[in-house]
């Protein structure tokens, strides 16, 4: 009776125990921040074609149910693929899913969840193509696949194939529709939403190797991988995971041994039937219409991201760039040289690497920009020193006797620079900064790599999703070109206003 | 040496890429003086007017203008040779042969342009007075490039005058004119000899030269080779370099 008792209020004191720990971890939850890139396409992480605002794909669905078990609630960062890596070692988010492969490579540089799932690549032809079937059967064909994966690796080793590395897999596929390529070898559910659909395609032979896919987390994050690991496990064993990739299609026999999953229970394949049906080719022109309208909010988002950050980059670079042409023509010689050596160093290197090293870089330094900050510094900066040059012409084509009126008035070197030589120089720079902010508007794009969402990233977006290269770089196109008219015509009445009093 | 002078230079010395430009040029002006400074094409005589303003910078020698000093001794120009140069500049105009007026601004602008910045003040009511003495009231609101050569150098003398000089400094002024304008320029330039202000012209006018002056500096090769009364100089010059000069303007 006592021993009864004694279990009894163990029991009650146990399980009092445990909800005053679910409620501390409720309450002490940090939202799980993941990365991935959802214009790299389906099926992992992916804006849904038919409402562009809603994040899909099995990897989605995958991570929300693993943040569910964690207790936590997802947060998604979009960001660039090229992007995911550096983002998540310099700690803008705790993970990153995204059809990561496991390799010894990757793994020297991060850690990787358990499996969540094992795949195979796939070999694409065309529907006519008779043959290809296999890696050997390649030789003395051009194949396309994507950079840094498993079947790149293996193509090469095989050797004798003219090899094509694409960025993005849907130009790999619409190559081989239009016989750039002869085979396109890529990671069989790429194959399955890319190839399959298309009537123009078909797959051949068998699935090759075998691949793993890991969520990736930063080195030294051994609590959260064991938490992260704990969650898919669960997630294997009450067969959830299962239930996400039938509901995708992905289910596989290989995944059912792999998870020792054999439940016959069956999910009908909604999502890929959602996706079949929202990419099939539109058939009127409504239809097209109306899937472009769709298109607008998003894009509509992007030009103002777009338009925000080469405003922005531009007040810097012509502040930045007026000094620089200051110090150039009328400093000591430190500042000179000093100033030479930042034109020429960032003249002479890509603005892309000026942008992961503003961003990814510094903050091993100790300065952390948030991404918009950090992709206007960078634009800015680096415009900075083409305008500096611009403006170093400008003023020289003022007049030396512009110059010694000012000074036998009286004035200051400086006060005769500002009042006198800076503003005739700025007539004659007016062009050449218009036509460097429509270039800036358009390099603006390279930003996509620091996570932030602008025309390209969704031009990109848009066009994997439905193969639509034409209709939707018009509209993008349309959209850059609505953004830089209305400077077109600021700067001609900058121009009209600046010509007066100079003969024509 | 005069304790009245307004402008006295001593033993000036210039060179350009080791050719002696100005050598060894020593001067005086007296207030309210109309100096003219004659003599052949490359001969200094616009170096030396440069260096009063210190435009160009002397290799050696002394420049002393109302009050304000400036030596040199083959040192490197510093920072407070600059500020003393600037010093200087307050009691000295300058008008140029091309006009060099602020193409930018209007020429009501031109004139209030230099006492806005350096001296802080508007002035609007002083500069069209000067340019009415200068006989451009009607001109005020247009901008430099719609107007004649001749109103164009008279908006500069205006532009000068604005900062109220001691000493007006001219280079060629009409060289770039032809003779019906030069002499709306000219007049003015009689009109402020009138006023009592000190002028040192560097001119090829010398019919001007010749009337208007008080005396006249005959420059060769980087010297003074000549200096005294127009009447002495035009009619009975005591060096034969002078004399072959003037001849060929008759």
């Not at chain 1, 349309?478 to 009093?501: D, I, Q, W």
């Not at chain 2, 193409?103 to 003040?121: S, Y």
């Amino acid at each position: 009776m006592g021993v009864q008792r004694a279990t009894a209020l163990w029991r009650v004191q146990g399980s009092a125990l445990a909800l005053l720990l679910l409620f501390m971890s409720m309450a002490s939850a940090e939202p799980l921040r993941w990365a991935s890139d959802a214009s790299s396409g389906a099926p992992y992480v992916f804006h849904d074609p038919a409402d562009q605002s809603r994040l899909t794909g099995y990897e989605t669905d995958l991570i929300t149910a693993l943040a569910a078990h964690l207790g936590q609630t997802p947060v998604f960062v979009q960001n660039d693929w090229d992007g995911l890596i550096p983002g998540l070692q310099r700690g803008l988010y705790d993970v990153v899913i995204d059809g990561i492969e496991i390799t010894p490579e990757h793994r020297a540089a991060l850690d990787f969840s358990t499996p969540y799932y094992r795949t195979a690549e796939r070999i694409a032809v065309r529907r006519d193509a008779v043959g290809l079937d296999g890696i050997a059967a390649l030789r003395g064909h051009v194949v396309g696949t994507l950079k840094d994966t498993l079947s790149q690796r293996l193509l090469e080793q095989a050797g004798g194939i003219a090899l094509r590395s694409y960025d993005d897999e849907t130009n790999a596929y619409s190559d081989l529709a239009d016989s750039r390529l002869d085979a396109v070898m890529l990671d069989a559910p790429i194959a399955q939403y890319y190839a399959v659909p298309d009537p123009r395609l078909k797959l051949a032979g068998v699935p090759i190797g075998v691949l793993s896919y890991g969520i990736a987390i930063r080195q030294g994050r051994e609590a959260l991988q064991t938490r992260i690991d704990a969650g898919l496990e669960a997630m294997r064993r009450d067969g959830e995971l299962r239930r996400i990739l039938q509901r995708w299609a992905l289910w596989t026999p290989e995944m059912a041994a792999f998870t020792n999953d054999a439940s016959p229970e069956r999910v009908a394949p909604v999502d890929w039937r959602h996706w079949l049906k929202a990419t099939r080719p539109t058939a009127g022109w409504r239809q097209a219409l109306a899937r472009y309208a769709g298109f607008l909010p998003l894009i509509g988002q992007a030009a103002l991201m777009t338009l925000a950050v080469s405003a922005c980059a531009m007040v810097v670079a012509v502040a930045v760039g007026l000094l620089l042409a200051l110090a150039r023509r009328y400093g000591r010689w430190p500042l000179r040289v000093a100033a030479t050596a930042y034109i020429e160093i960032v003249r002479g290197t890509p603005l892309l690497i000026q942008i992961l090293l503003i961003f990814y870089g510094l903050p091993s330094l100790g300065i952390r920009l948030d991404p918009f900050l950090a992709g206007v510094a960078a634009l800015g900066l680096n415009y900075a020193a083409y305008e500096a040059e611009n403006y170093r012409a400008g003023l020289q084509s003022v007049p030396h006797g512009q110059m010694e009126a000012a000074l036998a008035l009286n004035m200051t070197r400086a006060q005769a620079v500002r009042h006198v030589v800076v503003p005739q120089a700025f007539r004659f720079v007016v062009p050449v900064m218009t036509n460097d902010f429509i270039s800036l508007l358009k390099d603006s794009s390279l930003v996509s790599v620091i996570t932030l969402t602008e025309l390209t990233q969704a031009y990109e977006r848009l066009s994997t999703t439905y193969y639509d290269y034409l209709g939707t770089g018009l509209l993008v196109g349309a959209a850059y070109l609505l953004l830089g008219l209305p400077f077109v015509r600021l700067a001609r009445l900058a121009e009209r206003r600046l010509a007066v009093g100079h003969p024509k | 040496m005069s304790p009245a002078a307004i402008v006295r230079v001593r033993d000036l010395r210039k060179g350009f890429d080791g050719q002696l430009v100005l050598d060894g040029i020593s001067l005086e002006v007296s207030p309210g003086e109309l100096l003219s400074v004659i003599g052949p094409s490359g001969c200094g005589k616009s170096t030396l007017l440069r260096c009063l303003n210190l435009l160009e910078i002397p290799d050696s020698g002394e420049v002393a203008l109302a009050g304000h000093v400036v030596s040199r001794s083959g040192k490197p120009w510093r920072r407070s040779d600059e500020a003393a140069a600037h010093a200087l500049r307050a009691a000295v105009g300058m008008v140029f042969q091309g006009f060099n007026l602020f193409p930018h601004r209007t020429v009501l602008d031109n004139v209030m342009l230099a006492p806005r910045v350096v001296k802080r003040v508007a002035g609007a009511r002083e500069a069209m007075e000067l340019l009415d003495k200068v006989g451009l009231a009607g001109l005020a609101g247009r901008y430099p490039t719609t107007l004649s050569g001749g109103q164009q150098q008279r908006a500069a003398i205006a532009r000068a005058l604005a900062m109220a000089p001691r000493v007006m400094l001219y280079d060629e002024p009409t060289s770039a004119l032809d003779p019906e304008r030069a002499e709306e320029v000219l007049g003015v330039m009689r009109q402020l000899d009138a006023e009592g202000m000190t002028q040192i012209v560097v001119t090829h006018e010398m019919r001007f030269a010749h009337a208007a002056s008080d005396r006249i500096a005959f420059m060769e090769a980087g010297r003074i080779v000549e200096l005294g009364h127009p009447d002495v100089l035009f009619s009975a010059p005591s060096d034969p370099r002078t004399r072959r000069f003037l001849r060929t303007f008759l």
